[in-house]
């Protein structure tokens, strides 16, 4: 069978465009809406064929070249009608590009006519000519009439390029180029449009297509996958798109458009022009459907004009009709089509609204009504009544109108009364209500936070749901600096049927996962920015409204190229156990874990619709500068809590990022080479613990997952990036990877003070940049907490050797400081350093290091082994610069030879601190004891060392030097 989606093909909007067409596409994907028709076999070794690959395989010359084939089985429906494109979809699931080249998609014919026999032209199996094409079925033809370079009746046959007599020549065949940076998901679609047509025609067979590689140096090994692959999305994918005619009439142009006529003016022209021939009706709301319409315009000889009047318009009046269209067979317009315009106020300096429709067929504003004042006609409304305009009133007056009408509608407005505007300027930071008891934009206009009555039209009252002010594919409906109340309650954010689906949204089951609100419109200024907040935002958030993504959401709010946001006292997540491709990295049946990939219950749905109550990620950003989350509970999602790339002056306050099925705060950004950060990017009381684990709905982490498995579980990480880094009472921990990876921060600062760092898989903490600076922290490097965990599934303990803090100075000057701070761990290391890509350390390269305790222990992958305490492999001629002193070091820990020891300074104590315990489990308490040596003997307090100071409180905000010295770790005892 074939995924149907109907879809409307793009309309340039010019006056030469006369017709439009509606398209339909049919895809065909192995294993998606039951489709079970391709077949994919590889070639190599003169006419070895084999299937046991789940992916794609380019190298090799002459006999030994690989040829990928792939073949789609089509159907009468595929083949009806004008193919006007088709195209072959493959996607990146991973492997290695050695040497670049395109990979052509050539496709196979047959020259011999030896196809006639077979009806499919393929058979698979495994071995020397086992299987096969039509080409080499036959072995008993002498000489064989098989796999020519150019003469398919010549004898020579195995002696060179085996396949390329049966194929479509490279200059009329596409291709694409995989390079080895592209990450994981990366599309590339090819044009096959001439060989589907040449199929439909009867002129080429259905024997499909042979991917192989044009330079001969070529190697790229499991780059791409093939029909087998274990993830339905990522096979190959075939798409048709047809020409149809079930396509609604267009409006290709109308006036008024957004007019503001002159005060005098009785009666407004309306007029429109359609693509087709059509009947058009016009009505005074957007709900009215074609058939219930009550104002018809009248149409030309050939129905593609359409004209009509209004009468007796009001001086200082807005005007706002909606007109529907239907074709000769039934095809009616869905969004109704708006006339927008205004009558000039002679009493004032007119009316220079510039709102409203822009003859495109479908209501462009991007603001809402904000007239103020409700209609009080007392009559029959016969054109003036509710104000039903969707766009941007600029009225900065209330609505007075206090005529009233004097008879049944007659399609003649008889409203005698007149709107009492005061100026010109837009209406600037209004506020709209969401709750659960509002209405739709249409019945409310959100300004007050009122529940909806029931009845009418632009009621001030609330709405009911963040789609009627942000809708999904839509132009936002308020302005940047606006500010959204949204009440405590759950808002189900998505695809929703009977609801937010295709009857009242451009929203489609065929690809629910878009249907979310458009990006946020930027502030005007970081004094005005736009907000969106839960209810209880300015009294200390003790309750918040529950955002809950659902059928594959990509993001709950998208903040690409938002500027001047807040987002306050919200909680975002979803409602299913389950993140995406879970244990893939083990889905080939040869591996010896693959029984975790078939078990596991914790694989999100992706193939098909319904795909359930899930979502990708909380929030998405690029090139966003200036925002606030606050107070946000962000958690269960599939992949991210947040990705945000590209940004700047960022600041999280109270935010907790909880159990993503994949990262926390991921910064790389997929497709783009622009998502370097800048600016100061403060996260103060933010908490990024059990990322990389699924999170049930009652909250708790299972089915935690690392890299090799095919996870990820970053708590944060970035890629290439600058900036300013504060990090200030933060919890990382329990991520299924690194806790903080900022070894991609090229000449950047950062700052972590008063934090925690406790069981992260991988590193604790990795910092690169010109200058670090740590105090006052925790760093427990116990990476392999998840050994033996219930919650855990497969994790890659001590991931990259688990050292505790990984330092990577990327400047020749950078310099690095950690004071007052725990550090442990079982990793093979307590602090690694490098240069960062850099040839070796410098003498300008340096690390300051007072007043920690330290604590060895025995490493995790070598039992008999000791974690060292420093460690670096880029300081061959011994430059780099370490002062270390007024530290308590002991344990388990050994010294490698020219790095620093135990003393390094005059004033070390080498001996164990002595702690509080328990030192196991998910929370160590690392508390020294009144007897130990390490209390009050630290440097003093305030000081400066090396372009650094001291902290003068301890992690918990107590003074230090108060009882006669300054404790030597995060903790001073009081």
Not at 194 to 222: E, K
Not at 739 to 757: E, Q, V
Request: with cysteine.
């Amino acid at each position: 069978m074939q995924i149907k989606t109907m879809i409307m093909s793009g309309i340039l909007l010019s006056l030469g465009i006369q017709s439009a067409t509606a398209e339909q596409i049919l895809s065909y994907q192995q294993g998606v809406e039951g489709y079970q028709g391709t077949l994919s076999v590889l070639f190599n070794y003169g006419r070895h064929q084999t299937t046991q690959y789940d992916t794609h395989y380019e190298r090799w010359t002459g006999t030994h070249r690989n040829y990928n084939i792939e073949r789609f089985t089509l159907d009468d429906a595929s083949l009806a009608g004008e193919i006007t494109q088709a195209t072959l979809t493959f996607y990146r699931v991973g492997g290695w590009v050695y040497h670049e080249s395109d990979i052509i998609v050539r496709q196979i014919l047959d020259p011999d006519n030896l196809g006639s026999g077979y009806p499919t032209g393929w058979k698979q199996g495994d071995g020397f000519r086992s299987g096969a094409n039509l080409e080499s079925r036959d072995d008993t033809t002498s000489p064989d009439t098989k796999w020519r370079l150019s003469d398919p009746d010549g004898p020579d046959d195995l002696n060179v390029d085996y396949f390329q007599g049966v194929l479509r020549s490279i200059a009329q065949s596409p291709s694409f180029r995989p390079v080895q940076s592209d990450p994981v998901g990366t599309v590339y679609t090819v044009d096959v449009t001439a060989d589907i047509q040449c199929i439909q025609q009867g002129l080429c067979p259905n024997q499909g297509w042979a991917l192989t590689h044009v330079d001969d140096d070529a190697n790229l090994q499991h780059v791409t996958a093939n029909s087998r692959y274990a993830e339905a999305m990522y096979r190959p994918k075939l798409t048709i798109t047809l020409a149809d005619d079930h396509m609604e009439p267009l409006v290709l142009r109308s006036l008024p458009n957004g007019a503001s006529l002159a005060a005098a003016s009785a009666t407004a022209n309306l007029s429109l022009t359609t693509n087709e021939p059509a009947i058009c009706r016009y009505d005074l709301s957007p709900r009215v459907e074609f058939n219930e319409m009550r104002y018809i315009l009248n149409a030309s000889a050939d129905r593609l004009d359409h004209f009509g009047l209004w009468n007796n318009l009001a001086k200082g009046s807005q005007y706002s009709l909606y007109s529907r269209c239907q074709d000769s067979v039934g095809n009616t317009t869905r969004t109704p089509h708006v006339f927008h315009f205004s009558v000039s106020n002679t009493d004032t300096d007119g009316d220079t609204s510039s709102g409203g429709d822009t003859g495109t067929g479908a209501d462009t504003d991007t603001g809402a009504d904000t007239d103020t004042g409700a209609d009080t006609d007392t009559g029959t409304d016969t054109g003036t009544g509710a104000d039903t305009d969707t766009g941007a009133d600029t009225d900065t007056g209330a609505d007075t109108d206090t005529g009233t009408d004097t008879g049944t509608d007659t399609g003649t407005d008889t409203d005698t009364g007149a709107d009492t505007d005061t100026g010109s300027n837009p209406l600037e930071n209004q506020t709209y209500y969401i709750r659960t008891d509002g209405g739709t934009h249409d019945e409310c206009n959100g300004l007050s936070n009122q529940a909806y009555s029931g009845t009418g039209l632009n009621q001030n009252c609330a709405v009911s749901h963040p789609f009627e002010l942000l809708p999904p594919y839509k132009e936002p409906r308020i302005k940047g600096g606006d500010t959204l109340i949204i009440a405590d309650g759950d808002y189900r954010i998505g695809y929703t049927k009977d609801l937010y689906d295709e009857n009242n949204t451009a929203c489609s089951s065929f690809y629910p996962y878009g249907c979310s609100m458009p990006a946020l419109p930027s502030g005007p200024s970081a004094e005005k920015p736009t907000r969106i907040l839960g209810e209880n935002w300015a009294t200390g958030c003790s309750t918040r409204p529950k955002l809950v993504g659902v059928e594959r959401l990509y993001q709950i709010f998208n903040l690409k190229d938002a500027d001047n946001v807040e987002l306050q006292c919200l909680e975002m997540t979803d409602n299913e156990a389950c993140t995406a491709f879970h244990m893939h990295g083990f889905s080939n049946p040869s591996n010896p874990n693959h029984n975790l990939y078939l078990d596991t219950p914790y694989r999100c749905n992706r193939d098909s619709y319904p795909f359930g109550d899930w979502a990708e990620k909380a929030i998405f950003a690029h090139n966003s500068d200036n925002v606030l989350l606050k107070n946000l509970d962000i958690h269960g999602f599939s992949s991210r809590g947040i990705t945000a790339g590209g940004i700047s002056n960022w600041t999280l306050e109270n935010v907790d990022i909880i159990a993503n099925g994949s990262a926390g705060f991921d910064s790389d950004v997929a497709g783009t080479d622009d998502d370097s950060n800048s600016g100061d990017l403060i996260f103060n009381r933010v908490a990024i613990k059990w990322n990389g684990c699924v999170e049930t709905l009652d909250r708790q982490p299972v089915g935690c997952w690392g890299q090799s498995a095919g996870g990820y579980g970053d708590g944060l990480a970035t890629n290439d990036t600058s900036g300013n880094w504060i990090f200030d009472q933060v919890d990382i921990s329990h991520n299924t990877s690194d806790g903080i990876d900022l070894l991609y921060n090229i000449d950047g600062t950062i700052k972590i003070t008063n934090s925690r760092f406790e069981g992260n898989a991988g590193n604790q903490v990795k910092l690169s940049g010109s200058r670090a600076e740590i105090s006052n922290s925790l760093l427990i490097g116990n990476c392999a907490y998840f050994k033996d965990q219930p919650v855990t599934a497969h994790v890659n303990h001590c991931r990259a050797q688990g050292a505790a803090l990984s330092l990577s100075y990327s400047q020749d000057d950078s310099k690095m400081a950690v004071f007052n701070s725990y550090i442990t761990g079982n990793g093979d290391g307590l602090i690694g350093i490098g240069s960062r890509g850099r040839p070796a350390l410098t003498s300008d390269n340096s690390l300051t290091f007072y007043n920690n305790l330290v604590k060895g222990d025995v490493e995790f992958h070598t039992p008999t082994d000791r974690t060292f305490f420093v460690y670096t492999e880029s300081d061959s001629n011994q430059v780099m610069n370490y002062h270390f002193d007024y530290n308590q070091i002991g344990g388990l820990i050994k010294f490698p030879v020219n790095h620093p020891d135990c003393p390094s300074g005059a004033n070390d104590i080498c001996l164990a601190p002595q702690i509080s315990g328990p030192e196991s489990g998910a929370h160590f308490n690392v508390q020294p004891l009144s007897s130990n040596q390490g209390v009050n003997s630290g440097y003093l307090a305030g000081s400066e060392i090396n372009g650094f100071t001291l902290p003068i409180v301890d992690i918990e905000g107590y003074q230090r030097n108060l009882d006669g010295g300054n404790d030597i770790g995060p903790y001073e005892l009081h």
